[in-house]
């Protein structure tokens, strides 16, 4: 197994890839594993779920000769492949619970699908990222949904065609991580223990309607959708209890 997942005692899921060998690339079988670990957190009563690798890289996207291989396959067998990697990023993109990655070290290719998938996004300061596809004949098609919708159409457009190699400070400046740290660790455990000190029922209610709401047209229908979504956590027992403590000057008990 190159992939595990631990619940910590603060109630997170922390989903680790441990092939350092090969840079944490991701062929077949770390696709399965990824979604399986995945789908699994998903059905979960956790707090957050955190995407970390080990070793001295991210990862390096998809492993080369499991592609090579795939590369002497026909049409039917590629889109099969295909389609489990684009699983893998729409259970990590849908998942219901808070996201995080920590980035350290190379992330290329794939890698950035898997990024873009997450809510947050915490980097090293000496990450570096690159979109390496075309350098190889082909196209970041997968994650393209998730990456375009990162950085945007216009940074697409550069990054996608040129597979440049940016830093951590530009991949901030795209909006593909948030944080840029010299310490990781500690970086990541202040944004969970700041994900945790928030209503859990809410956190879950706000990522929902990011979803429900993003790219919509603002007409009496989604009007109304938000207007339902504030009255219903307001009589809600977190909402009571949020609002109690807050007029009690006292902490939620969520906290507690």
């Known amino acids: 197994m190159s992939v595990t997942l631990q619940i910590t005692k603060s109630n997170v899921a922390v989903l680790v890839l441990s092939r350092v060998e090969k840079r944490n690339a991701f062929n077949s079988e770390v696709i399965h594993e990824l979604i399986q670990c995945i789908e699994h957190a998903n059905t979960l009563d956790i707090r957050a779920l955190v995407l970390k690798t080990e070793g001295k890289h991210f990862s390096a996207g998809a492993d080369l000769a499991w592609m090579k291989s795939m590369a002497d396959n026909n049409y039917a067998d590629n889109l099969a492949d295909s389609m489990q990697l684009a699983k893998l990023m729409q259970v990590l993109a849908t998942s219901p619970h808070p996201t995080i990655c920590a980035v350290q070290g190379a992330a290329f290719g794939g890698a950035l699908g898997l990024i873009a998938c997450c809510d947050i996004a915490l980097s090293k300061d000496d990450a570096q990222f690159c979109l390496s596809e075309v350098k190889l004949g082909l196209t970041p098609a997968v994650i393209s949904p998730?990456?375009?919708?990162?950085?945007?159409?216009?940074?697409?457009?550069?990054?996608?065609?040129?597979?440049?190699?940016?830093?951590?400070?530009?991949?901030?400046q795209l909006g593909l991580v948030h944080q840029v740290t010299g310490n990781l660790d500690c970086a990541l455990d202040n944004m969970l223990q700041t994900l945790i000190d928030n209503g859990p029922v809410a956190v879950k209610a706000a990522k929902s309607l990011i979803n429900d709401v993003a790219n919509k047209p603002i007409n009496d229908e989604l009007i109304e959708l938000t207007a339902e979504r504030i009255a219903k956590i307001r009589v809600s027992d977190e909402g009571q209890e949020g609002l109690s403590a807050f007029f009690d000057k006292r902490p939620p008990a969520w906290q507690l």
């Not at 945007?152 to 597979?163: C, D, I, K």
């Open 146 to 172: 998730y990456v375009i919708k990162a950085i945007g159409e216009r940074a697409a457009r550069r990054y996608f065609l040129t597979a440049e190699v940016f830093d951590a400070h530009t991949a901030k």
